[in-house]
């Protein structure tokens, strides 16, 4: 049976044991890479570390820091419709005699669409002219033989009103008759047609629906907190059909919905190619405070808990080596990521191998010799 001193002595043996074990794993701890006689180790994107080869430099691909273009985007989901729409219609009762289109069919403004059955018009209009011919030649009767004292100044007033009488009937009759006769209120594209020739129509029936492609409009919906940054002329991209379009804002409603806390936006953009189409949803990205700013790849932003930073190339006394450079990330946007602070343009930073290097480690660029590989900073 052991005793309580033999007890001590064993418990004394193993604390001594690992205090010596922690004190090796200190010490290791603070010792380089080299006097450990180890490879040096690098630090992954998450903080990890990951061995590399030792006394080598670690190949890796930079891109120089830029200037790229980045605005305050702010989406919304828009509906299309076209700058100017039309359903057409008759606005009197009688039957078709001729269509003038076809379907899809591209028209000017004012080509005739649809001529309706005028015979009546025709004849009401003849009657009228013959009227107006008879009165005009009694005008010019009574003017001459005012001119001489036959007849009295009554007379030919009362001639001059029969003449103005019959010049309105002519205009009346014309106006009927152009009612017979529908033509494009506008350039556009016409629908597909509602109607056959011989049917008749009556006003409010629909016909065909003519539409201004050549440039839309795009109304959406934007939080109420982002007013400040819609003014009329900002620019917009809206995408849709795998293809993006460039445009600006033309108006803003006057009034905020009250339900929903968001104010309708009014954009219009040029649609030469027909891409966009009435009734179609778009993604509309508002273009606000558009810049020019310095920046880099994302994939070469390493974001810590403590800020972002990015591994700078420079050349340093053993040569080529990255070295940790802390930056401001603004934007992000296009795969590139602003830099507010902390590079300036032309540095090297690195894109590819990222996760093989640590700060203060040789680096490798294809091509080149680690040793004056990249420019030393000033």
């Given amino acids: 049976m052991a005793t309580p001193i033999g007890r001590i002595g064993f418990a004394a043996g193993v604390l001594g044991t690992v205090g010596l074990l922690a004190a090796l794993i200190a010490g290791r701890e603070w010792m380089t890479p080299q006097m450990a006689g180890g490879a040096p180790a690098a630090v992954g994107s998450r903080g990890q570390s990951v061995p590399g080869g030792a006394?080598?430099?670690?190949?890796?691909?930079?891109?120089?820091?830029?200037?790229?273009?980045?605005?305050?985007?702010?989406?919304?989901?828009?509906?299309?419709?076209?700058?100017?729409?039309?359903?057409?219609?008759?606005?009197?009762t009688d039957t078709i005699a001729a269509l003038r289109f076809d379907s899809g069919q591209r028209v000017r403004r004012g080509a005739v669409l649809v001529e309706l059955a005028a015979a009546e018009e025709s004849a009401g209009l003849s009657e009228a002219q013959a009227s107006l011919a008879e009165a005009e030649r009694e005008l010019a009767r009574f003017q001459a033989l005012q001119e001489r004292g036959?007849?009295?100044?009554?007379?030919?007033?009362?001639?001059?009103?029969?003449?103005?009488?019959?010049a309105a009937r002519v205009e009346t009759a014309q106006a009927r008759l152009a009612d017979r006769v529908i033509r494009a209120p506008f350039s556009g594209v016409i629908g597909l047609r509602q109607v056959s020739p011989g049917a008749l129509v009556r006003p409010g029936d629909v016909i065909v629906t003519l539409d201004d492609l050549s440039r839309v409009k795009i109304d959406f919906d934007v939080s109420e907190t982002d007013i400040a940054a819609l003014t009329p002329g900002v620019?917009?991209?809206?995408?849709?059909?795998?293809?993006?379009?460039?445009?600006?804002?033309?108006?803003?409603?006057?009034?905020?919905?009250?339900?929903?806390?968001t104010v309708r936006v009014r954009a219009v953009l040029p649609n030469p190619e027909g891409i966009l189409r009435t009734g179609m949803t778009v993604t509309v990205t508002i273009q606000s405070n558009p810049r020019e700013a310095l920046a880099v790849p994302e994939i070469a932003v390493?974001?810590?808990?403590?800020?972002?930073?990015?591994?700078?190339?420079?050349?340093?006394?053993?040569?080529?080596v990255a070295e940790a450079a802390p930056v401001r990330i603004g934007r992000r946007a296009d795969g590139m990521a602003e830099i507010l602070e902390g590079l300036a343009e032309g540095d090297a930073v690195v894109v590819e191998g990222i996760n093989r290097v640590r700060p203060g480690q040789p680096v490798r660029l294809p091509g080149a010799e680690a040793a004056g590989a990249v420019p030393a900073r000033s």
Avoid: C, K
Wanted: charged fraction near 15%.
């Fill in 302 to 320: 390493l974001d810590r808990p403590e800020g972002a930073l990015v591994l700078r190339v420079a050349q340093g006394e053993q040569g080529t």
């Fill in 235 to 261: 620019a917009i991209l809206a995408a849709a059909a795998g293809q993006s379009l460039e445009g600006s804002i033309e108006s803003v409603d006057s009034r905020v919905n009250i339900q929903t806390r």
């Fill in 55 to 92: 006394g080598m430099a670690t190949p890796v691909v930079v891109v120089s820091a830029g200037v790229h273009r980045f605005s305050d985007g702010i989406q919304a989901i828009g509906s299309v419709q076209a700058y100017e729409s039309v359903t057409i219609t008759s606005s009197v």
């Fill in 150 to 166: 036959f007849v009295p100044l009554a007379r030919l007033e009362a001639a001059q009103a029969g003449y103005d009488q019959a």
